[in-house]
């Protein structure tokens, strides 16, 4: 009863704490807020925008925020129409895909011109902290009109900086001359962007990317050997090279390359060309099951890009451009195994077709075409209490060169062994001869 009692007692004070914290929470009055709060207003004009903001913090950091907002807003007014001429629209037209990201650029831009803005009205709650602002669009355009001006002053030296580099075939300079273009212009890339030069009207941006696309279908590879051919588990005999191009024709010095093998990772996956502008690969095993692996080099797109421009903008227009890929065939012959074994054999030939497939090597029973010979010879003999097991394996090459040679020997007593038929003895020793003598000898011909 007594518990009952504390019990009620606790709920009742419970319930008037949690009465007393609703009392005391703050409301808002609607008819007590003003008129842009309540509805963004439009004015003829003028570009507006409202924000709000929690006031938690420092008055410095709420109104910040609410400013924040407020120009954000703001800047979501101001439409992006995308010129026919402009870079915006080709990439929307879908040539290298999607404009959603130059258009989120163009928008955020915007804030850039919006200096001029009036801080027309503020208001705030016990909680909240309210901003209006806005911008005559004629002061917005002007500004606007005068800073793609200078800009546009900004971007036509490096334009003719990247003219003359390519004329050169000085791929690296023209690509980050091409970047610098795009770094004065990226406000503007759903505008055109012409100007004349040399009594020529002339697209900074769309030249740009024109140059940036040239030169990543310039850079050619040539291979030393376009094939290699290679007997699977062989180092290749040769070693992959090539030497990076220009598209004249010329050897590129010190340009980087991205090296790819369709059957795994290369101890080199990126160089540079030499003075010479060639490249010589590391030797390494061709281990695939495959007829045929390749050996792709392109230029190393990612290192350029990086290397042109620290605008993450701009290289997000870089990676929009693919260099063109190269390849070196590298041809792998697959062994071909003629097996020659006793009729004592029978019983374990078994294994060692397994062990065959298991490592995807052929058997064939013709000698012609094999690309290696084994020979395999077995006795079972009884020596006093023990019976003697012996397996001899001689492994050749095509021309009869021998490679590998191994007699395995198994003792065992008479008596621990219930079953001393043939299959019950070699199953017996089967484990220990496929470690000992099979895998061994198959690991030869695939060169281990």
């Known amino acids: 009863m007594k518990q009952s009692v504390q019990l009620y007692l606790a709920c009742a004070v419970l319930s008037v704490f949690m009465a007393a914290c609703a009392a005391s929470k703050p409301t808002i009055d609607l008819e007590s807020l003003p008129e842009w709060v309540k509805s963004k207003p439009t004015q003829p004009g003028y570009f507006t925008g409202v924000g709000r903001a929690n006031k938690v913090g420092t008055v410095e950091q709420y109104t910040a925020e609410a400013r924040r907002q407020a120009l954000s807003d703001m800047a979501q007014e101001i439409s992006v129409n995308i010129s026919t001429q402009s870079v915006m629209y080709r990439f929307d037209a879908g040539e290298n895909g999607s404009s959603?990201?130059?258009?989120?650029?163009?928008?955020?831009?915007?804030?850039?011109?919006?200096?001029?803005?009036?801080?027309?009205?503020?208001?705030?709650?016990?909680?909240?902290?309210?901003?209006?602002?806005?911008?005559?669009?004629?002061?917005?355009?002007?500004?606007?009109?005068?800073?793609?001006?200078?800009?546009?002053?900004?971007?036509?030296?490096?334009?003719?900086?990247?003219?003359?580099?390519?004329?050169?075939?000085?791929?690296?300079?023209?690509?980050?001359?091409?970047?610098?273009?795009?770094?004065?212009?990226?406000?503007?890339?759903?505008?055109?962007?012409?100007?004349?030069?040399?009594?020529?009207?002339?697209?900074?941006?769309?030249?740009?990317?024109?140059?940036?696309?040239?030169?990543?279908?310039?850079?050619?590879?040539?291979?030393?050997?376009?094939?290699?051919?290679?007997?699977?588990?062989?180092?290749?005999?040769?070693?992959?090279?090539?030497?990076?191009?220009?598209?004249?024709?010329?050897?590129?010095?010190?340009?980087?390359?991205?090296?790819?093998?369709?059957?795994?990772?290369?101890?080199?996956?990126?160089?540079?060309?030499?003075?010479?502008?060639?490249?010589?690969?590391?030797?390494?095993?061709?281990?695939?099951?495959?007829?045929?692996?390749?050996?792709?080099?392109?230029?190393?797109?990612?290192?350029?890009?990086?290397?042109?421009?620290?605008?993450?903008?701009?290289?997000?227009?870089f990676r929009r451009f693919k260099p063109t890929e190269y390849r070196c065939t590298i041809n792998i012959k697959q062994p071909l195994v003629y097996v020659s074994a006793d009729k004592s054999y029978e019983t374990l030939k078994r294994s060692l077709n397994h062990q065959l497939e298991k490592r995807s090597i052929r058997a064939t029973t013709k000698k012609s075409g094999a690309s290696h010979r084994l020979e395999i010879k077995s006795e079972r003999k009884k020596q006093g209490d023990e019976i003697v097991i012996q397996v001899k394996g001689t492994l050749t090459d095509a021309k009869g060169k021998r490679i590998f040679s191994k007699t395995f020997e198994k003792r065992m007593f008479d008596y621990s062994l219930p079953d001393k038929s043939d299959g019950a003895v070699y199953d017996k020793v089967k484990p220990e001869y496929e470690r000992k003598l099979i895998r061994p000898m198959l690991d030869k011909i695939l060169g281990r």
């Open 100 to 317: 959603e990201f130059f258009q989120d650029m163009v928008r955020t831009s915007s804030n850039d011109y919006l200096e001029g803005f009036q801080a027309t009205d503020n208001f705030e709650t016990e909680t909240y902290y309210w901003v209006y602002y806005r911008i005559p669009k004629d002061e917005y355009y002007r500004r606007k009109a005068e800073r793609k001006r200078k800009a546009m002053e900004r971007a036509e030296l490096p334009y003719q900086e990247a003219v003359t580099a390519e004329n050169s075939s000085d791929y690296k300079t023209t690509l980050k001359k091409s970047a610098q273009i795009l770094e004065a212009l990226k406000g503007y890339l759903s505008e055109e962007t012409a100007t004349e030069i040399d009594g020529k009207k002339t697209d900074l941006a769309r030249e740009a990317l024109d140059i940036i696309e040239r030169s990543a279908s310039a850079i050619k590879i040539k291979f030393q050997s376009n094939e290699i051919n290679v007997n699977r588990g062989n180092t290749l005999p040769k070693s992959p090279s090539f030497t990076v191009l220009d598209a004249s024709g010329e050897p590129i010095s010190d340009f980087p390359v991205k090296i790819e093998y369709s059957a795994g990772y290369l101890s080199q996956s990126k160089a540079v060309s030499g003075t010479d502008g060639k490249i010589v690969l590391d030797k390494f095993r061709a281990d695939s099951k495959k007829p045929k692996e390749f050996v792709t080099v392109t230029s190393d797109w990612e290192k350029l890009t990086r290397s042109s421009t620290r605008d993450i903008f701009v290289r997000g227009i």
